[in-house]
Antibody, heavy 121, light 107 residues
Framework: QVQLVESGGGVVRPGGSLSLSCTAS????????IHWVRQAPGKGLEWVSL????????QFADSVKGRFSMSRDNSKDTVYLQLNSLTVEDTAVYYC??????????????WGQGALVTVSS | DIQMTQSPSSLSASVGDRVAITCRAS??????LNWYQKKPGTPPKLLIY???TLFSGVPSRFSGSRSGTEFTLTINSLQPEDFATYYC?????????FGQGTKLDIK
């Protein structure tokens, strides 16, 4: 079955860096764009970033632009999110999600279980 | 950027009730609107895509509609497992913004 598994979360000090991974199974990974979405404690869902199926198109929310980067290795069925210059406002559960399409609509039909990133001194 | 505004922010209802949650887009998004259900400690679940298409396996008591830039998620005959937070999301642009969420709890 389709599965996404995040790893790499943890505690980091303000100004520090962290790398998250999202490893896929059960589908043709190289055919799908992957997104990251986060949820801060007590807050709603926030779209963070996107990487296209081939890795050439990447987009980021204004809140993380210039600090976060994405890459993917289709030979390993894995997407990476590099988080730099972290602030306490980046504390959140980070989910990766598969971008699927039907009837000209795009949507997130599969999600990982989430990775907790805590930024604290 | 496209802003998505949900109302109400919270809602209390009883099992068996019919409820409606509204999402308004700040600009034209055609029917590129999705609805998700979120429960604590679990990832979001897709309910509806394309404003009104029920995702596979989602009960038929969930439905979606569109009127211009206003979208509605309706849940008929609420079940205990439906008490959760609901989010709309636009997929008209690749910056797939979410609404702020509507928390549905038991009256």
């Amino acid at each position: 079955q389709v599965q996404l598994v995040e790893s790499g979360g943890g505690v980091v000090r303000p100004g520090g860096s962290l790398s998250l991974s999202c490893t896929a199974s059960g589908f043709t990974f190289r055919a799908y764009a992957i997104h990251w979405v986060r949820q801060a404690p007590g807050k709603g869902l926030e779209w963070v970033s996107l990487i296209s199926y081939d890795g050439f198109n990447k987009q980021f929310a204004d809140s993380v632009k210039g600090r976060f980067s994405m890459s993917r290795d289709n030979s390993k069925d894995t997407v990476y999110l590099q988080l730099n210059s972290l602030t306490v406002e980046d504390t959140a559960v980070y989910y990766c999600a598969r971008d699927s399409r039907a009837s000209e609509s795009n949507y997130f039909d599969s999600w990982g279980q989430g990775a907790l990133v805590t930024v604290s001194s | 950027d496209i802003q998505m505004t949900q109302s109400p922010s919270s809602l209390s209802a009883s099992v068996g009730d019919r409820v409606a949650i509204t999402c308004r887009a700040s600009q034209y998004i055609s029917s590129f609107l999705n609805w998700y259900q979120k429960k604590p400690g679990t990832p979001p679940k897709l309910l509806i895509y394309g404003a009104s298409t029920l995702f596979s396996g989602v009960p038929s008591r969930f439905s979606g509609s569109r009127s211009g830039t206003e979208f509605t998620l309706t849940i008929n005959s609420l079940q205990p497992e439906d008490f959760a937070t609901y989010y709309c999301q636009q997929s008209y642009t690749t910056l797939y913004s979410f609404g702020q969420g509507t928390k549905l709890d038991i009256k």
